[in-house]
């Protein structure tokens, strides 16, 4: 990132993301030990799974992969928009809109008629149980964790973006009344955490507040960088950073406050304080943090047909996902799927749709 207010790509961030996603793929490896729909496994047979003693930071904990999205995504919006100060609502809206409504439409739609399969097929769905026609309505708005829920349903993952919408919108409203800048994104995030008093109160609460910091994370990054020689931001991230993970091994317990709002925002700003100095994972971490999209929402689908094939041909699947072969297998197919995907579904569907919504939205927004 230059000291110019340029929304440069960062390819330690991306990197980052790309980090998470694989730790989200790996919480979600216990849906193949799931039974039947909402019968989880439980904590005291996830050793089951292979090389848990190497992964169990991830097999126990990855479900914090979406928190550190959370906080990816307030630092990316901040670099995106930290010069797009004048962008107008309809454009705001179809840059969002295209990038994340197309391939969640036609996963949701994939997801449905797998668990009718399903259903039909050997006698129960899969993994997530409330598979019905309210909450396809739900998951249809993007509207499937906004407190009208029953629990998870259909591509159950969207979950959380599903919340991050209405983020966006608050993020918006803050762009067009106050800029960004490190004061006002200081001031934001701590109206946001006197609003919702708290992270603890919901789900949609901690979204906002992590979504803020790593804005805030950004803006201090940038106040740094621009200010002082380039090697101080570097230096202050790796000293904090260092700091958080001696404290965390002292402890030697897995404590979700210090790693959410402390360590990741660390991890987040040292990533993109070292690329300031060269340090740089390169365009290839470009290419994996593309590809993170589809492998969130498509991860389910292809483990929900699989447990249903297996289970029509009475295959015992569980003794299958023990084997170290089919977990890498599992993980191969997603990540290279999820790469054809964006090249071939996610970019051009993203401008079909944007040509189609700036004609549409053209005399609504005059």
Same mark, same amino acid.
């Given at each position: 990132?230059?000291?110019?207010?340029?929304?440069?790509?960062?390819?330690?961030?991306?990197?980052?993301?790309?980090?998470?996603?694989?730790?989200?793929?790996?919480?979600?490896?216990?849906?193949?030990?799931?039974?039947?729909?909402?019968?989880?496994?439980?904590?005291?047979?996830?050793?089951?799974?292979?090389?848990?003693?190497?992964?169990?930071?991830?097999?126990?904990?990855?479900?914090?992969?979406?928190?550190?999205?959370?906080?990816?995504?307030?630092?990316?919006?901040?670099?995106?928009?930290?010069?797009?100060?004048?962008?107008?609502?309809?454009?705001?809206?179809?840059?969002?809109?295209?990038?994340?409504?197309?391939?969640?439409?036609?996963?949701?739609?994939?997801?449905?008629?797998?668990?009718?399969?399903?259903?039909?097929?050997?006698?129960?769905?899969?993994?997530?149980?409330?598979?019905?026609?309210?909450?396809?309505?739900?998951?249809?708005?993007?509207?499937?964790?906004?407190?009208?829920?029953?629990?998870?349903?259909?591509?159950?993952?969207?979950?959380?973006?599903?919340? #991050?919408?209405?983020?966006?919108?608050?993020?918006?409203?803050?762009?067009?009344?106050?800029?960004?800048?490190?004061?006002?994104?200081?001031?934001?995030?701590?109206?946001?955490?006197?609003?919702?008093?708290?992270?603890?109160?919901?789900?949609?609460?901690?979204?906002?507040?992590?979504?803020?910091?790593?804005?805030?994370?950004?803006?201090?990054?940038?106040?740094?960088?621009?200010?002082?020689?380039?090697?101080?931001?570097?230096?202050?991230?790796?000293?904090?950073?260092?700091?958080?993970?001696?404290?965390?091994?002292?402890?030697?317990?897995?404590?979700?406050?210090?790693?959410?709002?402390?360590?990741?925002?660390?991890?987040?700003?040292?990533?993109?304080?070292? #690329?300031?100095?060269?340090?740089?994972?390169?365009?290839?971490?470009?290419?994996?943090?593309?590809?993170?999209?589809?492998?969130?929402?498509?991860?389910?689908?292809?483990?929900?047909?699989?447990?249903?094939?297996?289970?029509?041909?009475?295959?015992?699947?569980?003794?299958?996902?023990?084997?170290?072969?089919?977990?890498?297998?599992?993980?191969?197919?997603?990540?290279?799927?999820?790469?054809?995907?964006? #090249?071939?579904?996610?970019?051009?569907?993203?401008?079909?749709?944007?040509?189609?919504?700036?004609?549409?939205?053209?005399?609504?927004?005059?």
């Amino acid at each position: 990132m230059s000291h110019t207010r340029t929304a440069t790509t960062i390819f330690n961030v991306d990197f980052l993301r790309g980090i998470a996603a694989l730790a989200v793929l790996v919480w979600h490896y216990q849906h193949f030990f799931y039974p039947s729909a909402g019968d989880s496994l439980a904590v005291a047979d996830r050793p089951l799974q292979p090389f848990y003693p190497s992964l169990r930071w991830l097999y126990d904990y990855g479900a914090n992969g979406v928190q550190f999205f959370w906080v990816l995504s307030g630092f990316v919006f901040f670099h995106a928009y930290r010069s797009r100060e004048n962008i107008s609502f309809k454009k705001f809206f179809i840059n969002r809109f295209s990038r994340l409504y197309p391939l969640h439409f036609i996963t949701l739609l994939l997801i449905a008629l797998l668990q009718i399969f399903s259903q039909y097929a050997v006698g129960h769905q899969q993994i997530y149980p409330f598979n019905d026609f309210y909450h396809f309505i739900l998951n249809i708005f993007l509207a499937s964790h906004w407190g009208f829920q029953k629990g998870y349903s259909f591509n159950a993952p969207i979950w959380s973006v599903s919340i #991050e919408i209405i983020t966006y919108i608050l993020f918006f409203a803050y762009l067009k009344t106050s800029g960004i800048r490190l004061c006002s994104a200081l001031v934001w995030l701590a109206v946001i955490y006197v609003a919702f008093q708290g992270p603890d109160t919901s789900s949609f609460a901690q979204c906002t507040i992590l979504f803020a910091l790593g804005g805030l994370v950004h803006e201090l990054h940038f106040w740094i960088n621009s200010r002082a020689p380039k090697w101080i931001s570097p230096l202050g991230a790796i000293t904090l950073t260092t700091s958080l993970l001696v404290y965390l091994y002292v402890k030697g317990v897995w404590n979700p406050t210090a790693v959410v709002f402390a360590l990741f925002p660390s991890l987040i700003w040292l990533a993109a304080s070292v #690329e300031t100095i060269g340090l740089s994972s390169g365009r290839i971490s470009e290419v994996i943090g593309n590809t993170t999209y589809a492998s969130y929402l498509i991860h389910v689908p292809i483990q929900v047909a699989f447990m249903t094939v297996a289970d029509l041909f009475l295959i015992n699947r569980i003794d299958i996902a023990k084997t170290p072969i089919f977990f890498f297998f599992y993980i191969a197919i997603v990540l290279l799927l999820s790469h054809f995907i964006f #090249e071939n579904v996610e970019l051009p569907l993203k401008g079909i749709i944007k040509i189609w919504l700036n004609q549409k939205l053209f005399k609504w927004a005059a």
